[in-house]
Structures are given as structure tokens and as C-alpha cells.
């Protein structure tokens, strides 16, 4: 998650009233600096410290996971969940549930993460912000017309969901 001049985020000291030590934290992707644990510093929530230690001890730099955003929105024909905040690394599942008479189409957004085309998601939350956005279409339905005897009918075909149809018997 950090180190400290390149080295592990642990540190003894042994006083040397002559020796001024300089000690920088650099967090990793997806982490942040938090502050500094043991031996006492001027500023222990700078990642950058210098000092002259006066007495034995040890110092370890501490880090954070960064939260990040996600975002899930949805198009009409349906709903969605997991929008929220979560933690740099952490998983997180959420799904697509079209309404009646809908399906499922893709996520668009940041895609590269997941599969597009399954309405159930499990992601490791990425060091940036996430956008994810569910596309339903209505499900189209066939009707078939046919006729017994003499005359005929118009306006067969295929459909969306929810769509006026007017038949005509002639």
C-alpha cells in the first residue's frame, strides 16, 4: 500500500543528536497516506517529515484505501442497484432487473471492467470512479394473424411490448 524512501513503511531510530533524518510516505494506486505511528513528529499527518530523533523507537508510515464513486443508472424499462461509495480493491455485485415486458440489452460506461452483457455484476472496485449505465429494450412480440373461410386480416407482424395494435377483418 506505501513505502517510505522506497523502502517498507517501518522505521527504528537510534538517537544521534548530529543525524537529521528525512523520511517521505508514497502511497501506491488506490491508497493514500494516512499518517505517521510511534515515534513523535512534527506533523504527523504530513507524508513528509524531518527530524532529529532523541531517544530509541520506531515509526511506521500508515495507509488507507482511497473510496471511489460508482455510479449505476438505467435506461427505461427497468432498474438497477449499487450505486454508492465503496473502498479501493473491495467487491461489490449489483444487477439489472428489467421491468415487465423488457429485457436486458448491455451496460455501457465504463465497460472494460466487466462483462456488457450480463445483467449480473461483480467488480473490484479500480483506483477512479465508476459510471455504469443498463440499456432495456421493449421484448418484441410476434402476432399472427390467420384466416378461416373468406376475407382476410392486415396488421400482422412483430411488435414492442406495450404497443397499440389495430387489426383489420375484411
Not at 38 to 65: C, K, M, Q, W
Not at 147 to 155: D, L, M, P, W
Request: charged content about 10%.
Amino acid at each position: 500500500n506505501g513505502s517510505v524512501n522506497g523502502n517498507s513503511s517501518n522505521f527504528t531510530l537510534s538517537p544521534d543528536s548530529a543525524t537529521q533524518v528525512s523520511l517521505n510516505a508514497v502511497s501506491q494506486a488506490g491508497w493514500h497516506f494516512e499518517r505517521w505511528y510511534g515515534y513523535p513528529v512534527s506533523d504527523h499527518t504530513s507524508d513528509s517529515v524531518t527530524f532529529i530523533p532523541s531517544s530509541n523507537g520506531s515509526l511506521t508510515a500508515t495507509f488507507e484505501r482511497n473510496p471511489y464513486n460508482v455510479t449505476v443508472t438505467h435506461s427505461s424499462g427497468g432498474e438497477t442497484n449499487g450505486t454508492g461509495t465503496y473502498l479501493y480493491n473491495s467487491t461489490i455485485s449489483f444487477q439489472a432487473s428489467p421491468s415487465a415486458g423488457f429485457m436486458f440489452v448491455k451496460w455501457t460506461g465504463n465497460t472494460e471492467l466487466i462483462d456488457e452483457l450480463n445483467p449480473k455484476v461483480t467488480l473490484r472496485i479500480p483506483d477512479q470512479n465508476i459510471s455504469l449505465q443498463a440499456e432495456f429494450t421493449p421484448i418484441p412480440l410476434t402476432i399472427t394473424t390467420s384466416v378461416v373461410g373468406s376475407g382476410s386480416v392486415s396488421s400482422g407482424g412483430t411488435y414492442d411490448t406495450g404497443s397499440t395494435v389495430t387489426l383489420n377483418a375484411t
